[in-house]
């Protein structure tokens, strides 16, 4: 098939390359020239495992282009896809200008009958508005179709090309069965492909998003009264995980969820809850919880030190919002080192892939260290902020040795406390 992507960014560029690698020509648009120029030279704007291998395979067999030009993007496919940002308007609403302006034009630049596919994570009713726009704009036919996008960061082509579901949303025959086709390759071990009406797979996606967060909040909650009451938060995840019924993913308390999509789309949907009179409350307490929780690790050190932060050297491990990608989109890590530059903390920094990207926030306020060790050189404490593998055994005498004082807050439980203990380190982390 004859596809194209517009908005060439991690939904876009890797399932732009997942489609070519079964055989469909694909053209991946962007309207960022330098990602553009440099996806023509082979350089990969992002960290994700695997996907520089995949696009540029697929680029050298000629069957995944990029290009600058919505005309030849729209022109040269069948099939469109829509994987623009739905950023959060100032009332938490998704910003949906991106969209639309690119529909406005596909409308223009239709030269035959096209599949548009919005990938995007939308508000339900946006198929509906795309459909009316193009129906204004278009002299050809213009099939709308929801496709919400389920991939995580990190694993991105792993759940591109084994996706556990694929969502297609759109009362059109024709249009369900092309895209069936088009997704039949990933999915021959037996994953589903549902088929529903446009508004429940808009809402599918915000459904899923909102219930990890939701999982996530409700953890981080208990984990603070865990401390309270003395009980240990580690045995009563594995106590609750084993029951089928609530699963052991998504129950690890941490210092708050972030990144692109989670917390934009809990308030994506708490603001349409509230536009169509019947609020989330739920899901309005997860998000001020998730914002609170990202705090989690600064009053337990200011407690520690007595409020006394000003002129105290703080390591950190971890940028990301998440290990094995550079995303650093709503990281606890960024609201932590601001925090710590306002109490007069100087911060020294390690993570192995997003000190670029965070560089360019924090140039000359503070230090970025290529390794985890040189981060702890005259340390007055540690907060483990993102669990990259290569945190998880560190040379503890080693630590001690650079850190000034032997403090470890960590914010993903990766270290024994009866172990740290032994260590000779005064050692804080959650819910334990
Ligand atoms: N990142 C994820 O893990 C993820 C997962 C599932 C769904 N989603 C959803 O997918 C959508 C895209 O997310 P993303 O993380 O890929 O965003 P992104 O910011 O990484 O990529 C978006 C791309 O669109 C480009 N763009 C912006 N305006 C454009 C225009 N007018 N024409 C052409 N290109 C344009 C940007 O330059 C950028 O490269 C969002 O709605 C998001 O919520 C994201």
Request: proline share 5%; aromatic share 6%; glycine share 8%.
């Amino acid at each position: 098939m004859n596809l194209s992507i517009i908005g060439t960014g991690y939904v876009g560029l890797v399932q732009g390359a997942c489609f070519a690698d079964t055989g469909n020509n694909v053209i991946c648009m962007d309207i960022d020239e330098k990602k553009i120029s440099g996806l023509k030279k082979g350089i990969i704007p992002i960290y994700e495992p695997g996907l520089e291998e995949l696009v540029r395979k697929n680029a050298q067999e000629g069957r995944l282009e990029f290009t600058t030009s919505i005309k030849t993007a729209v022109q040269k496919s069948d099939i469109i896809f829509l994987c623009l940002p739905t950023p959060p308007s100032e009332d938490g609403s998704a910003d949906l200008s991106h969209v639309l302006s690119v529909v406005d034009q596909i409308g223009e630049l239709a030269n035959a009958d096209k599949i548009v596919v919005s990938k995007s994570t939308v508000p339900v009713g946006t198929v509906d508005k795309i459909k009316q726009l193009l129906k204004k704009k278009a002299k050809f036919q213009m099939d709308v179709v929801s496709n919400p996008e389920f991939l995580k960061e990190g694993t991105a082509l792993q759940d591109s090309l084994k996706p556990d579901r694929v969502v297609i949303g759109t009362k059109s025959k024709k249009a369900a069965a092309i895209l069936q086709e088009l997704y039949e390759p990933f999915v021959r071990t037996g994953n589903p492909i549902i088929i529903m009406d446009e508004h429940s797979s808009e809402m599918t996606k915000y459904a899923a998003n909102a219930f990890l967060a939701t999982k996530i909040s409700f953890m981080n909650e208990l984990a603070n009264l865990c401390e309270e009451v003395g009980a240990d938060i580690d045995s009563i995840r594995k106590g609750i995980g084993s029951d089928p019924r609530i699963g052991k993913q998504f129950l690890f308390p941490g210092v708050g969820y972030g990144g692109s999509c989670f917390p934009k789309d809990v308030k994506a949907l708490i603001s349409t809850s509230e536009e169509f009179g019947r609020p989330l409350t739920i899901l309005r307490s997860v998000d001020k919880l998730n914002e609170e929780q990202k705090k989690v690790l600064l009053r337990k050190l200011n407690k520690h030190f007595k409020d006394q932060l000003s002129g105290k050297t703080i390591a950190i491990w971890g940028l990301s919002f998440k290990p094995q990608t550079d995303d650093i989109r709503e990281a606890p890590s960024l609201v932590m080192i601001r925090e710590l530059l306002n109490a007069g903390a100087k911060v020294r920094a390690h993570d192995p892939i997003a000190i670029s990207v965070v560089e360019p926030l924090f140039r000359g306020k503070i230090d970025f260290c290529e390794s985890s060790y040189d981060a702890l050189k005259d340390a007055d404490a540690l907060l483990v902020v993102t669990e990259w593998n290569e945190f998880r055994n560190p040379d503890f005498s080693k630590m001690k040795k650079m850190m000034k004082k032997p403090v470890i807050l960590d914010g993903r439980n990766i270290y024994d406390p009866k172990e740290m203990k032994e260590k000779g380190f005064t050692y804080f982390s959650i819910g334990r």
